[in-house]
């Protein structure tokens, strides 16, 4: 039921799969879900995939790793403990020349590993992001010049992919705080129906963002594993309005962050600060 939405896990499953069967990457194919053969699945969200669909996986491959070697010991004449599979080949732990291949060993006979993975819980998701920005109190404007996201995600099972994540994460967090606003009208229909009107920031638009992977092994995932995609959406907005207020001494509580509103706030304060010294 893991559906790659772009988040890479298509990429990272093969992975865990590869190293805890012993294989190579190449030789890794993930099917994509098809109900025709699969039951039903909730869907890809809670940045829960690797977590435990990665997890079912691992624990699966483990089971066919374990039929494997049961196997190979009947062909080499030996104990299963003292086998290992390393780059698809089995082989002697204590005579790593004594090898034979996978396919050599397993013939036509079919290996099946089957597994299921409940976790718990979600695994807990740890953050700290840090902006800065630039405000014109002219007129209100505001500028992301920098973004850095601390992550803690178990263990980077792909560190490219983890960096893309926090990234696409902070990006969805920037829109939803600077520039998105659905409009309904007085009988709640959608105004601002498509993206001329509904704001979403633009390539050139995105500030410079720097992911910073940190490793704290969790131990329900697969290889410690955890998620990551959706946490860096969430600090973007309190950062930014932290940011502001840092910058000119407004707070803004209501998203989106306009320019407008920034303008508004400042007028306020302004008036106040006269009213006061009067």
Same mark, same amino acid.
């Given at each position: 039921?893991?559906?790659?939405?772009?988040?890479?896990i298509?990429t990272?499953?093969?992975?865990?799969?590869?190293?805890?069967?012993?294989?190579?990457?190449?030789?890794?194919?993930?099917s994509?879900?098809?109900?025709?053969?699969?039951?039903?699945?909730?869907?890809?969200?809670a940045?829960g995939?690797?977590?435990?669909?990665?997890q079912?996986?691992?624990?699966?491959?483990?089971?066919?790793?374990?039929?494997? $070697?049961? %196997?190979?010991? @009947? #062909?080499? !004449?030996?104990?299963? =403990?003292?086998?290992?599979? &390393?780059?698809?080949?089995? +082989? $002697?732990? %204590?005579?790593? @020349? #004594?090898? !034979?291949?996978?396919? =050599?060993?397993?013939?036509? &006979?079919?290996?099946v590993? +089957?597994?299921?993975?409940?976790p718990?819980?979600n695994?807990?998701?740890?953050?700290?992001?840090?902006?800065?920005?630039?405000?014109?109190?002219?007129?209100?404007g505001?500028?992301?010049?920098?973004?850095?996201?601390?992550?803690?995600?178990?263990r980077?099972?792909?560190?490219?992919?983890v960096?893309?994540?926090?990234?696409?994460?902070?990006?969805?967090?920037?829109?939803?705080t600077?520039?998105?606003?659905?409009?309904?009208?007085?009988?709640?229909?959608?105004?601002?129906?498509?993206?001329?009107?509904?704001k979403?920031?633009?390539?050139?638009?995105?500030?410079?963002?720097?992911?910073?992977i940190?490793?704290?092994?969790?131990p329900?995932?697969?290889?410690?594993?955890?998620?990551?995609?959706?946490?860096?959406?969430?600090?973007?907005?309190?950062?930014?309005?932290?940011?502001?207020?840092q910058?000119?001494?407004?707070?803004?509580r209501?998203?989106?962050?306009?320019?407008?509103?920034?303008?508004?706030?400042?007028?306020?304060?302004?008036n106040?600060?006269?009213?006061?010294?009067?």
């Amino acid at each position: 039921g893991a559906t790659d939405i772009g988040q890479g896990i298509t990429t990272t499953i093969a992975q865990v799969v590869a190293e805890e069967l012993g294989v190579k990457l190449g030789d890794v194919t993930v099917s994509r879900p098809d109900t025709e053969f699969v039951p039903v699945d909730r869907g890809t969200y809670a940045s829960g995939e690797l977590y435990i669909s990665g997890q079912a996986a691992r624990l699966a491959a483990a089971d066919a790793r374990q039929q494997l $070697l049961r %196997k190979a010991a @009947e #062909v080499m !004449k030996a104990k299963p =403990e003292d086998l290992e599979v &390393v780059d698809g080949v089995v +082989r $002697l732990k %204590k005579k790593p @020349e #004594v090898r !034979k291949t996978i396919r =050599e060993i397993v013939g036509e &006979v079919a290996i099946v590993g +089957r597994a299921s993975y409940m976790p718990p819980s979600n695994a807990p998701i740890f953050g700290a992001m840090c902006v800065e920005v630039e405000v014109d109190p002219e007129i209100g404007g505001i500028r992301v010049l920098n973004v850095a996201y601390a992550a803690d995600v178990g263990r980077a099972i792909n560190p490219v992919i983890v960096e893309g994540q926090i990234e696409g994460g902070a990006v969805m967090g920037l829109g939803f705080t600077l520039t998105e606003d659905l409009v309904l009208d007085g009988r709640g229909r959608v105004v601002n129906r498509n993206f001329t009107d509904y704001k979403l920031l633009h390539a050139s638009e995105v500030p410079r963002i720097e992911p910073i992977i940190v490793e704290c092994l969790e131990p329900t995932g697969p290889f410690a594993a955890k998620g990551v995609g959706e946490p860096a959406l969430v600090p973007v907005a309190p950062a930014v309005a932290n940011a502001i207020y840092q910058a000119v001494g407004v707070r803004i509580r209501d998203l989106p962050i306009t320019h407008d509103k920034v303008l508004r706030a400042l007028q306020e304060s302004r008036n106040k600060g006269k009213g006061t010294s009067s």
